[in-house]
């Protein structure tokens, strides 16, 4: 079996606050093989976020990683000192944010911050990399890129910013991209636009995507693998048709449930009742029972194990055992 | 940015037609001030007034004239030594406007030297101590600060010679008129370093791979500059009255010396020129340090 | 996509692990709020009081101030000596009790104890006029205070009549009324304030002679008349700031949509929430109000002689500073203290209460 290009291991990010410690990010492991696209999906809060920064390592104050392992060609990253961190930042994994109106430097002209990216992990000379900022400019199909060069963040549209923001953060040809929530701050058209160009770049360039959103929705067709999230903790993944069609984690039906489908024309949505767990007293037991309506004595006492459904889907949900047991019950009887 | 600039530089013209006003027409109360006929005093002093304020005419007419005399650059003549009181200006600012600059030279390096350390040492004991230290420098009232410090390190200790014409020495009454502006500096830049620091263009720079220092110097300090740019109005406005304290204490015979000891010796046209002479600098001040803000920070102007 | 990717876990034989099946029964309702524990709720101004008595600084900036407070208030009481009196002895005038060094008798109040007498001590010695300092330093911080405290009040009750007013109306009526704030904003307000004094001294001298606001000091008189004129107008722009981002809260739009009456949103939504904005401001107007009126009894236009301010103590004692330097230490130390005190518990207040402005 060959080494995936990162391995996600058992991490756990906490943040340290007045009232407690604040568990974002509660023991997740995955992998990331080259050229493929993963979605992780899951509400605000879940720890989506905080685990593409800290795969970045970029947590503020006074977020840090606890415990865990990220491998990135078998080398923990964690272990990375501050000077292989800034070559490793950009160069081999970059990221997309969610606000493009707020992550460029409003001071500084978007040829500045494309040639900044470029003259850090490449050795071109200035001239180079300009015209590698234009040819990224012109890539990600953003129109006049000469003039483009020399204007201000302020002087574009948010769909220009974030397609100057992909720009960025591809124009060292990193091996994964992390996109975290790159279409929730942007109008429903851009949107489309923006997944469009993201899908078209993966296919012409075929680095790894991590694709990180709460819009179930926005990855359908374009990851290989899907991740839900919950408090912290991942509820299932397996690929993109196994989480679509047989969700097998009562979170994931009730995020399916809360979609409209185009098929269905009268069925009303039905949204998940109740707000995320306080992260920090995290219960026993299941995070998510409190809010499940199949919630079971045991979900609220022992935390549930992640089980094969089958060879392409894991999830980690009693409910899955029960039906074991009940097959088996069944099974005896008979 | 043009219409803005116009804009602004009316509303400088209208408040300093309005500080004239003000002047003339509190000085037009005072009985017994500059402008009443029966002000018993110097004949000769008495005649000049007349003949350059017009005070036999109606009042309105008088204020035109004055605002006229001040175009001129004329502010009247000093009930006290019977000079021209532009000439006392011309004189006596030189030595205070060398104070001052040098002042708010001091003042603005070492505060935002200390504000940028505060910032990036939060909550640790280097930010502590200076914001501790700082806080203690905006307590003490520049007179106090002044006295002590000519007290113990002139007088006691003998460190710096007491202050003659031709023998100046700067050194004291820089420092005490520079550690109110410093303090305020580090405190403003401080909190608009750490509002920076928060900001996602910040992460962006980190996510890119930037060094901390660069990250720091080119992406955070640009950022955090802007704000202080609208303190140098408020400074100038403080090293100006601030001066009058501090070269009174010191004895440097300034403009803030001559403005004090006008206002005990109730030399009424003497107060009301250095006034309106200090407001026009401040007013111009301001004026400027809103214009290179907006010039600096692309950002607001295309508001 | 067979080999799908992961730290094969062993495929466990489910049955094996020999579960208690009544654990499968459904949770009631009640067992899943139990099992939601949740951070015990606090209120906003709760939270806010727990972090200011966290903050060192801040505490001990509210016990100095309660001591200040308490000393000015009973010390005057209790104390044998009054501000404006000369020290007696058997009934008569001490001259000999001229610059006395704190804790040092007079050479007539020595013999007087020779004699049997007690005498209480001057714990800060006296002055050139042979009156008791401690008591003139412990009336000083009460004018000081009393300037201090009464001109905050002036422009809070001002500025916020004014900015609520120009915030609530809003259209027309405020842009009226903010040129007129930008207008006044703009004057260089240290020069005005010295102008005014001068002025204000001249006219209401005149015309309050005899009166009884007249013994409280025109000068004290001019100098709040100056902060009514001209101080009110940061926390006018303040209020008004703060009562247009509220207004426009989508709380305030519920509140209105479900028809509740205007004096009950400004009472319960609109109040609340610029209420630790607007104390934080009036903590820190204090002693800037302070650092004025010492200003002008630096340049001769504070309060009136007898009565003491700290400034006006400050400042008189420049002249004999190199034989009495405690005459200026003690004063000074006074002013520090309580500007100290009040910066100190502004910061503290703000950090607490006001997050997103933190400096």
């Given at each position: 079996m060959s080494q995936p290009l990162l391995q996600v291991k058992d991490l756990c990010t906490s943040f340290d606050v007045e009232s407690g410690e604040v568990r974002a990010v509660n023991g997740i492991s995955f992998n990331l093989d080259k050229g493929k696209v993963l979605g992780i999906v899951g509400e605000s809060g879940s720890g989506k976020s905080v685990t593409a920064y800290s795969i970045m390592r970029i947590l503020v104050e006074p977020g840090r990683i606890k415990s865990g392992q990220i491998l990135f060609n078998g080398e923990d990253i964690v272990k990375y000192s501050k000077l292989q961190m800034r070559q490793f930042r950009g160069k081999r994994v970059s990221i997309i944010f969610q606000d493009p109106m707020t992550s460029l430097n409003p001071t500084y002209t978007i040829g500045n911050q494309l040639r900044e990216a470029i003259l850090l992990h490449t050795d071109r000379t200035k001239e180079q990399a300009n015209a590698r900022a234009l040819e990224m400019l012109q890539l990600v199909g953003v129109n006049d890129p000469q003039k483009r060069l020399n204007?201000?963040?302020?002087?574009?549209?948010g769909g220009m910013r974030q397609r100057v923001m992909i720009a960025m953060a591809l124009a060292c040809e990193p091996d994964i991209l992390i996109a975290d929530e790159p279409t929730t701050a942007l109008d429903v058209t851009i949107q489309a636009q923006i997944l469009e160009l993201m899908k078209d770049l993966q296919k012409k360039l075929g680095m790894a995507i991590i694709m990180i959103t709460h819009d179930l929705g926005v990855i359908a067709d374009m990851c290989d693998e899907i991740i839900v999230m919950y408090a912290g903790r991942i509820c299932e993944r397996g690929t993109a048709d196994e989480i679509f069609y047989n969700p097998c984690h009562e979170y994931t039906k009730g995020l399916l449930r809360s979609i409209p489908k185009l098929d269905s024309k009268n069925e009303r949505l039905i949204p998940i009742e109740g707000s995320p767990v306080d992260l920090t007293c995290m219960p026993a037991g299941c995070a998510f029972a409190a809010r499940?309506?199949?919630?079971?004595k045991i979900c609220l006492k022992q935390l549930p194990q992640e089980y094969w459904i089958n060879d392409e889907h894991l999830a980690s949900c009693w409910m899955n055992v029960k039906k074991v047991y009940d097959e088996a019950a069944k099974g005896g009887e008979a | 940015m043009l219409k803005y600039a116009v804009k602004r530089i009316l509303l400088a013209i209208v408040t300093v037609f309005i500080i004239a006003a003000i002047t003339f027409f509190s000085m037009n109360a005072?009985?017994?001030?500059?402008?009443?006929?029966?002000?018993?005093?110097?004949p000769a002093v008495q005649a000049v007034l007349e003949k350059r304020f017009g005070l036999d005419k109606p009042v309105h007419e008088q204020f035109i004239m004055y605002l006229g005399n001040v175009l001129r650059g004329d502010f009247g003549i000093s009930l006290k030594t019977g000079r021209d009181i532009s000439q006392t200006i011309s004189e006596s600012f030189a030595v205070s406007a060398r104070l001052g600059g040098m002042a708010a030279a001091t003042a603005v390096c070492i505060g935002l030297v200390l504000g940028a350390i505060a910032a990036l040492s939060r909550g640790k004991w280097p930010d502590r101590l200076i914001i501790f230290v700082t806080t203690l420098f905006v307590s003490v009232p520049s007179f106090i600060l002044a006295t002590l410090l000519l007290l113990v390190f002139c007088l006691m200790l003998g460190w710096f010679g007491v202050w003659s014409p031709n023998n100046p020495n700067y050194v004291l009454p820089v420092i005490s008129l520079a550690l109110y502006p410093m303090s305020y500096i580090t405190r403003l830049t401080k909190s608009s370093m750490l509002d920076v620091l928060g900001q996602d263009y910040i992460r962006t720079a980190r996510a890119k791979g930037v060094r901390e220092s660069l990250v720091i110097f080119k992406h955070a300090l640009r950022n955090a500059l802007i704000p202080v740019i609208t303190y140098v109005g408020p400074m100038t406005a403080y090293i100006l009255t601030g001066s009058m304290v501090v070269e009174t204490v010191f004895t440097v015979g300034g403009l803030g010396t001559k403005f004090v000891s006008a206002i005990n010796n109730q030399d009424y046209p003497m107060i009301m020129g250095v006034t309106l002479f200090l407001a026009i600098l401040m007013v111009a001040a301001t004026l400027i340090s809103d214009l290179v803000y907006k010039v600096v920070d692309p950002r607001i102007s295309f508001d | 996509m067979k080999e799908f990717n992961t730290d094969k876990l062993p495929k466990k034989q489910i049955l094996s692990m020999q579960i208690d099946l009544s654990q499968f029964e459904a949770a009631t309702d009640e067992e899943k709020t139990q099992h939601e524990k949740m951070r015990e709720s606090t209120t906003f101004f709760k939270d806010g009081m727990r972090r200011l008595f966290k903050n060192p600084l801040a505490v001990i900036s509210i016990i100095v101030l309660m001591i200040l407070v308490a000393t000015i208030v009973i010390v005057p009481e209790i104390y044998p000596y009054s501000y404006s009196q000369m020290i007696e002895v058997n009934g008569k005038r001490d001259k000999t009790a001229k610059n006395l060094a704190p804790f040092e008798y007079s050479k007539n109040e020595l013999k007087a104890i020779e004699q049997g007498q007690e005498i209480f001590p001057h714990i800060f010695g006296t002055d050139e006029l042979c009156r008791d300092y401690f008591i003139r330093v412990v009336y000083g911080t009460r004018v000081s205070l009393i300037v201090g405290l009464f001109a905050s009040l002036i422009v809070l009750v001002i500025g916020l009549l004014y900015g609520s007013i120009a915030g609530y109306c809003g259209g027309k009526v405020d842009l009226v009324m903010m040129r007129i704030v930008d207008i006044i904003y703009s004057l260089p307000d240290t020069l005005m304030v010295i102008l005014l004094s001068v002025v204000l001294n001249q006219v209401i001298g005149t015309a309050l002679q005899g009166t009884f606001i007249a013994r409280i000091g025109t000068n004290m008189v001019s100098l709040f008349a100056v902060f009514g004129l001209l101080y009110w107008v940061s926390m006018a722009r303040l209020v008004r700031g703060q009562i247009l981002s509220i207004k426009n809260n989508e709380y305030v739009l519920a509140a209105r949509a479900i028809g509740t009456k205007p004096s009950r949103i400004i009472a319960k939504h609109i109040l609340p929430n610029c209420m630790s904005v607007i104390f934080i401001s009036v903590a820190l107007q204090i002693p800037s109000a302070i650092f004025t009126e010492s200003f002008l009894s630096f340049i001769g236009l504070g309060v009136q002689a007898p009565m003491p301010s700290l400034g006006s103590l400050a400042n008189a004692a420049r002249g004999g500073m190199q034989a009495y330097p405690h005459k200026m230490v003690f004063p000074a130390l006074f002013i520090c203290l309580i500007v100290l005190s009040f910066n100190l518990l502004g910061d503290g207040l703000r950090d607490a209460f006001d997050p997103k402005l933190r400096r």
């Open positions: 204007q201000y963040p302020h002087e574009l549209s499940c309506d199949k919630a079971m | 005072i009985p017994g001030g500059p402008f009443s006929k029966e002000k018993a005093g110097d | -």
